[in-house]
């Protein structure tokens, strides 16, 4: 299983996937060329909603189409220092895809 995480430190953000830094993923789509960032909705949460998803899936499609739902109820929700376990990230996954339960609480916030 997959752990993100994400922490501000005085040297500024950092982002990591089972402790290695985790990649823009610009070659997919790039939304902002500030990188990444989080506690709120916009281009550079939306490019770390984006990263997230395309590591965690694989597919550069569904990972765009899905990169604003997760930014909005999952990435704008985190803490300053955060986890997500790659199963929290597939729960979002199944709740988004299955109509009835769009509404449900976000995920994630630590």
Do not use: C
């Not at 501000?8 to 990188?35: C, M, N, S, W």
């Amino acid at each position: 299983m997959k752990i993100y995480e994400g922490r501000r430190t005085i040297d500024g953000l950092v982002v990591t996937v089972d402790g290695a830094p985790l990649p823009t993923h610009g070659e997919v789509k790039q939304f902002t060329t500030y990188g990444f960032e989080w506690t709120y909705e916009g281009d550079s949460p939306r490019q770390l909603a984006l990263a997230i998803l395309f590591d965690q899936i694989g597919d550069a499609g569904r990972a765009v189409a899905l990169s604003e739902p997760f930014m909005k109820n999952v990435i704008a929700n985190l803490d300053n220092d955060w986890r997500l376990s790659g199963d929290e990230v597939a729960a979002f996954l199944r709740r988004h895809e299955t109509p009835e339960l769009q509404d449900t609480a976000p995920v994630g916030a630590n």
